[in-house]
């Protein structure tokens, strides 16, 4: 499999938007890779709509540099991991070593907190579309972007080519 | 009572933060004002715990010259608020007449996307600093921020004195 | 402020009615004075509608002769409140000493466990009005009644006046 | 099937007591009865657990000449039972004719208000003990009490010997 | 009364029809039973509907041979039921001493896996029928089949001729 | 895309086990393929967890020959599904046919009422182990067994080598 040797970690918090976590977790897996969630407790945590996530280690714990990937999900979580000072250092850790990172939706408030996004090309839900040009960024309406080692989407129904571009981004 | 001839518009979209919705609208009701319930459709909207909230009249109806201020309150509801094209107008009517606006804790993000930030010193919700300094204010850590006619909070324990600032400034 | 030396108990149960419990809470706060929650146990409670209350000082340990009024919120929660004797005691102690009592909507069946209504004219929930009645009370369908040292009120849109009362009367 | 013969009204409403409701329902069906549950609309409510109830009559359509014996549900319901004319009429009229009358929990609501309990022995959930003794009644605390044609118990654990009672004096 | 001498043990989990659970427990303690709630933990299981469940003691602990009959309840409580080792060797225990069994609903999937159906006729919610037929047992759509000591039911409002013939089985 | 000129149908009911439906819908779309949702009403459902999913079209109105693969989500849908006999006809179409069907967890409920599984080599949520091997179908414990045009697949984190297998399947 293409991503056997690679290690994604993805962000979990309250109100993660369920399909935006898991789709690229298990689809990413099918590729090979070994993905972790992180968080700041070690517990379940509930998505917007329901559906449960086991943490597998807290963002105290966890070294960002044996991660290839970083996953954010979009839902209400955004809100609260942008106020952890160990989700912005690991954010920026992955964007100075220009390694993947996968936002959708709400997700872009953390890399807005994370201050990564000047003349970076993005899309995100249109609700956030004026923090994304107010942090920098430009917008765009489009089901994908890849810009550099940034990867975003808007919503859930443009999950597939999202994680399609991770992946490939990931394999290259 | 000293706000018996004011009248007052407060937005209203689903999971509003229940407090931060209703303490203003009933305090200021005390002070005499006619407080109305402004919402995208005519119906029953539910707050982020569950208080129930019935709209008096939708953003197409509603004509803001009516009104002598407007409030913005917080939880999820201003990110759907700030997609609404009538909502970013009225908002914008607000701060051109120089009329007072009050926001907490989220409610930031409606002013952001009206852009009438620039420049204007306010508090929040530590959440959204980012995106509110992004946006071009000055945002400073107190339980209530008043820079001409817009008043900010930053959270449901702050409610006392951000109501008593609005009210203040409507009665002078 | 009018209330910076007053110090305000308020009774606090499962399923209390969101706004009946902060709205007093929070506007007596604006007029300075110190407002403490005390319920069976020390933990979160939720109201009715789901906002959370956390608890300052539990039934047993509270001593009501430092406080110079007493709240009683409405929802279910005055229907488990009646049944402990801390709450009976407490309730006869500030009607003793003439001290303040606010009721509102259902909070009525605790001055009724209290056996404190005889020749008191009140109002209430129209759904209570016969317990009322039964128990010596003159009822009558008002928004606030203040008789005496006893205020009470409806329902939540009469909250404005009935906290003004409150207020009002503790400033005397 | 002794009670083959015999028609029997219950009122629901929004929060009825789930077990309260369903099981005399269900045990005087066993015996033969015909049981209809009556209501303010005709729609299915839902227990304060949860358990669906179908409505088959409504309030206005109801004769209650037609039936031998009255069921009061606990729960919340009896809160706004209490206050529809047509319930307290409907009640009225099973005391009048000495037809049997169950009550359980906090039914006792909607029999003091139909001022039914001047002189009767009763037991109820200790909760409205107060406002039963203040309606008339002389208050015991037995799992089931019966005084001539009304029946009356504490809680669910009672259901038992309560429906019992109930099902014994209509096949009298 | 007609079982005061008998003992009925009653399986419990998650998501048991409420009053396929209920029903039975207080009707069989009505006829002098005494009813013990078994489950896999001794904690307070929840209904499908809501309705709390208090565990009186637990799989591993409890001795069959000490019960008279036993009740197995429907929703979606037997899926998990049917997959733990004590679940199977009780329901064994009651097949191979010709004790009474009752099932309604979803319950046959507990028998199913007990693998005690061969040649018995039963009936169950039409959803199991052919779950049923495929273990062996000749399936009929009839509110109750007693077949030897398997009495089976399909739905709640079949609850009251079911448990009429529980309990007259367990009376001969 | 390997499956963009396929077809694919998959079958919705209220209590979908939310990954279960999802994450295949998606993943295929991914490789190319249009899916459908098929359910009885044209609705909104809610899976077991909450996550919505908009019906295409209707039992009643779909043609099975227009579809190269059919899904069936486990949860507790396929109770209810089962019960359908346009549900019946639809999976033995893709039998017949000799058309990719792909069953997880307790989707397997489909294909036994479709009578289906003689002799065919499956795997499922051991919860329904029994139910399979009585329906003549030879169970194994792994994560994805393919016999022929049949794949089933055990819970959840099984879904990646799940899907692969389906799309691998549609590619030939």
Known sequence: MRLSNKKVLAFVEEDFEDLELWYPVLRLQEDGAEVTLVAKESKTYTGKYGVPADVDVTLSEVDPSDYDALLVP???????????????DITRHFDE??????????????????????????????????DMT???????????????????????????PYVKAISDKLAD
């Not at 709400?106 to 807005?112: P, R």
């Not at 107010?134 to 975003?152: C, F, L, P, Q, T």
């Open 134 to 160: 107010n942090a920098g960024a430009e917008w765009v309406d489009e089901a994908v972007i890849e810009d550099g080692h940034i990867i975003s989407s808007r919503r859930p129904p443009d999950l597939p």
């Open 74 to 88: 979009g839902g209400w979580a955004p809100d609260k991991l942008r106020r952890y000072p160990e989700v912005i």
């Open 97 to 130: 070593k220009k390694k993947v990172i996968g936002q959708i939706c709400h997700a872009g408030w953390v890399l807005i907190s994370a201050d990564i996004l000047q003349g970076v090309k993005v899309t995100s839900t249109p609700g956030i579309k004026d």
